[in-house]
């Protein structure tokens, strides 16, 4: 089964900038939306962003709103999560996932990758 592949995370200051990529592992995988989720130690896994993948609207958690941006590019089959303005409460896990339609469940997740924002 396809799954999806993050990079860029890494160790960043805050106030500081990274950017995550994902794409799935399939170049002929068909996507509805693409979304963000991360889950930092000790807490259930939270939604950060998603995009509608033909129309390009985005949704953002309030949490992130203004700070991180979630967008496409179609001919790469490329989800990204630009995370500006960083703080340490946004030390976390990061996961990419997919789904194929608004009723399905996001079945298709990547491995995670590691944001670490210091103080």
């Known amino acids: 089964q396809a799954h999806m592949v993050e990079s860029g995370g890494g160790l960043v200051q805050a106030g500081g900038s990274l950017r995550l990529s994902c794409a799935p592992s399939?170049?002929?995988?068909?996507?509805?939306?693409m979304g963000w989720f991360r889950q930092a130690p000790g807490k259930e896994r939270e939604f950060v962003a998603r995009i509608h993948w033909s129309t390009g609207i985005t949704y953002h958690a309030d949490s992130v709103k203004g700070r991180f941006t979630i967008s496409r590019d179609s001919a790469e089959n490329t989800a990204y999560l630009q995370m500006n303005s960083l703080k340490p409460e946004d030390t976390a896990v990061y996961y990419c996932a997919a789904r194929k339609s608004l009723s399905a469940a996001w079945d298709y997740w990547g491995q995670g990758t590691q944001v670490t924002v210091s103080s």
């Open positions: 399939e170049r002929t995988f068909s996507t509805y939306s």
